[in-house]
């Protein structure tokens, strides 16, 4: 295996942890944000872990659609958990709260 190779595995999963860390802090303003980014954390550090064990291109491009398709169900669902809640009310987003009060 090329050093190259397992350098930029490595500096995938790496990117992948700090992209969790950074998801899970608590100065995001949406809490979507933070599930964005840890999903997306979560895919980098298995597709890092993946490279790095001999897995085939293949396999880390399938990894790649099904977390396309769980991060675009993801924000459809949770645009339309927003929209529910504000047709009755109640606004979980507290800036955008603050901006329709005026």
Do not use: N, P
Request: aromatic letters at 12%.
């Amino acid at each position: 295996m090329d050093w190259i190779y397992v350098v930029s595995s490595v500096a995938v999963a790496a990117l992948g942890i700090m992209a969790m860390l950074v998801g899970s802090s608590h100065e995001h303003d949406c809490h979507y944000r933070r599930e964005a980014l840890v999903l997306l954390g979560i895919y980098l550090l298995v597709a890092g872990l993946m490279r790095l064990y001999g897995t085939s291109r293949e396999a880390t491009g399938i990894l790649s659609i099904f977390f396309c398709f769980s991060l675009s169900s993801t924000t459809v669902c949770h645009f339309l958990f927003h929209r529910f809640l504000e047709q009755r009310g109640y606004y979980a987003d507290e800036k955008r709260e603050r901006r329709l009060a005026g």
